[in-house]
């Protein structure tokens, strides 16, 4: 293998590594929000209101920006091997042209049909969040173009401080807002929700401002490539939409699945067997919404990954590199599994007690119970999302979808059911999580194990992880009920997570569960492999 093959490849968990680090900041960030903004809001339902605006901006962002990054990233990725720079540059204007008018259309549309979304969300107390959110949506589209030509030159830091400056303006603007919309203008807690949220699409403006700033430096700072080609203004976009429709596809219906699903579970606890009013299905479902924060996490931190496995297989498969293109998918699904695994095992052993120090003012034994259930759910989700880039990056655009809605109808039609009943009510929202992505993830899995050539086995990419994961997740519930009597449950749950982290760590390392190829592709690989003496 050449120097510019180690290079590119090695590149790979580099750009990764970065970009996960600024979404685990984003991440603890966020927490530092959410947790605050769910207590001022409190459990009567303002965390529902906000969470259905969520939901319904999701849908409408993923339709104007969900492929935008992967599609631009790597055609930039392509011409960038190439030596294309002209071509680079129209690329990122055609799209971002045509991308931020789709954004700025979906935006008008959310403002304007709030009242309309909120009532076949059945939170017609909603409205309100969804106007302040729509601007956000024509913003972030014009963030998803700069974020994609970044991500296409392997530069992943610019989309890295681009969140972790949405995320502090985020809270440093909207969280005061909320509480003095609740605490000092005493106004309900719908309205508080709005408040924060006017904090969100400051934050965006802010990021756009900076990825614009960014791009122009990154720009002049690049060397001149070796051709001028260039296309079409009208190729380019035919192009874009080839990559970005299936992909916008796929993700939409994710989203489209959980609008649907959310607005059902809602219409069920009003209407079938607990014959609730819609303020009181709101107290109720509020329980699952303020949980999503921690439950979002380890999917959250997959974008590192999946943003780094098109342009680096693109740029293996332009070489004709396959064997290398096979090694990144290897252990990106091991990376996936090394994340989600263990935290996936930490939310099913601690749901409760992280519940309880978390979110002390919500029904801890009905948020703790949806927690558990959904840290099962966490696994499947992270490697599905892993799967799609892989896919996506191997030309397999649609099968993704099929999946996604296989997964998704069973889904709505078990919620249907079940959510409707005394015995299951609320819980049975997250048992159809788990069944959904369970069936999408075991589909995806078989596909990637079919397309990718020398793809390895499974059995070797997840078996010694499971062992680990096993281990911790045991070492968890041991310390946390040692430790209870004598600390109380916060430390005890603090506790519990170290000692576990600590001995999970311990059994990836003792078992080599990172082999000599995973590590090249790291920065300094090869010098933690002769450190951990791995083969």
Known sequence: MSETQNRGEASFFGGAAVLAVGILIVKIIGLLYKMPLANILGSGGGYTDFNAAFNVFNVLLIISTAGVPVAISKMVSEANTKGEREQIHRIFRVAFAFFFTVGAVCSC???????????IMGDSKAATCMRALAPSVMLVAGLSAFRGYAQGHRHMTPSSISQILESVFKLVIGLPLAWYAMNVLGMPDHMGAAAAIVGITASEVIALVYMSLEQRHFRRLEPRGTSSRTTSNGAILRSCLSLAVPITLTSASASLITLVDNALVLRRLQHAGLMLQEDGARALMSNYSVVQTIYQIPAALMVAITASVIPAVTACFTRRDRKGAARIVGSSLKMAALVALPSGAVMLVLGTPITKMLFPSYNIAVAGTILSILGIANVFVCLMLVCNSIMQSHG???LPIVTMLMGGITMVIFDYVMVGTVQFNILGSPIGTCICYGITCSLDLAIVHRVVPGCPSYLKVFGKLLLATTAM??????????MLPRLGNTLSVVCASLA???????????LQVLNRDDLSLMPKGDKIARLLRVK
């Open 109 to 119: 549309i959310m403002f304007f049909g709030a009242d309309v979304f909120a009532r």
């Open 396 to 398: 397999v655009l649609h």
């Open 473 to 482: 997740g045991g070492a968890a519930w041991a310390v946390y009920g040692l």
């Open 500 to 510: 576990s982290g600590v001995i999970y760590l311990l059994l990836v390392v003792l």
